[in-house]
């Protein structure tokens, strides 16, 4: 969705609460007060209930049945990241096998998500790349894809390299990576990772970062470059998720695609639960393929405070949300 219009006066205000809330999310000691503290712990749970399907494996599974009798694909992440323990990093990899294989047994059209920092990427590289393989695995065996999400700009060449890594050295055909396109670097990224045949998933970008190295979250620049990298990518043919919540853009790029009559089997709409919803059944309703991202477990902090900084306004949703039940 289009972030909403405020009186000129308030912009200032209102940009500097979304850019106080980006950096609150990638506060480590600040994620382990609220996620762990026995009085602020439930209250993060009740703000986290709109955006966050449960907390279980089971809980994943039930919703992405739910959205897949809306008529849509589903995909599922359970959420963390940062892990610096190997001991947990392999116990946090057995709730992906256990996801994977949940999926199977219910034989659902449903991807699996997930940070390489999870999976142990920060411990070593070397075990975050054979975590990830573990799980891409487990899902090219019940012919599932398995997508890599993006974390922040420091750690992005050691993501694109175990990427690379996986399709190179396993043929794991089925293994997607996202890409964000308010980063400077994305223009000379993307036609690398397109040389690789995994999907790819456009998002705008959700981390705070400085102006050299990535656009602003609302400024004209980033609205163009998604724009751009999009319809670069749908031209192609590579097989891409346009993941936006941004009416304009999906208003735009369902007109080019409906101009360039393209094959659907190639691209996807991509919207995350408590967003957007209502848009992405009205692109399903139209005939666009359309997938719906469920996340999962306690480890919400980063997401969901990202999820409303996207919107500040979603603060007002959150206090309403507070005092619900």
Known sequence: ????????????????????????????????????DPLLRPFMHKVSQRYVAGQTVADALQRAEQIIARGHAASAEYMGESVRDEAFAMAE???????????????????????????????????????????ALAAAEI??????????????????????????????????????AKRHRTAQDLPALMKIPG??????GA????????????SPELASAYRHYAKELLLSGHKCSIATHDRGIQADIGALILEERLDPRWYEFESLIGLGGEQLDALQARGFPTREYAVFGAEHFLYVLNRIAEEPVRVYQAIVDLNAG
């Open 199 to 204: 999907r790819i998933r456009l998002v705008k």
């Open 1 to 36: 969705m289009s972030a909403p219009t405020f009186p000129s006066e308030w912009q200032p205000l209102v940009d500097q609460a979304a850019t106080t809330l980006r950096a609150l999310a990638l506060d480590e000691t600040a994620k382990e007060k609220f996620c762990n």
């Open 93 to 135: 990899t057995e709730v992906f096998m256990d996801l994977v294989r949940g999926i199977g047994q219910r034989n659902l059209n449903c991807s699996i998500s997930f940070d390489l920092s999870h999976v142990g990427s920060l411990v070593d590289s070397e075990l975050g790349y054979r975590n990830a393989r573990r799980i």
């Open 207 to 218: 981390f705070l970062e400085p102006e050299g190295v990535a656009y602003s979250r609302n």
């Open 143 to 180: 012919n599932r894809e398995v997508m890599i999400s993006m974390e922040g700009a420091d750690r992005a060449d050691d993501i694109y390299a175990i990427y690379a890594r996986l399709h190179q050295e396993d043929d794991l055909r089925n293994v997607g990576i996202t890409v964000p």
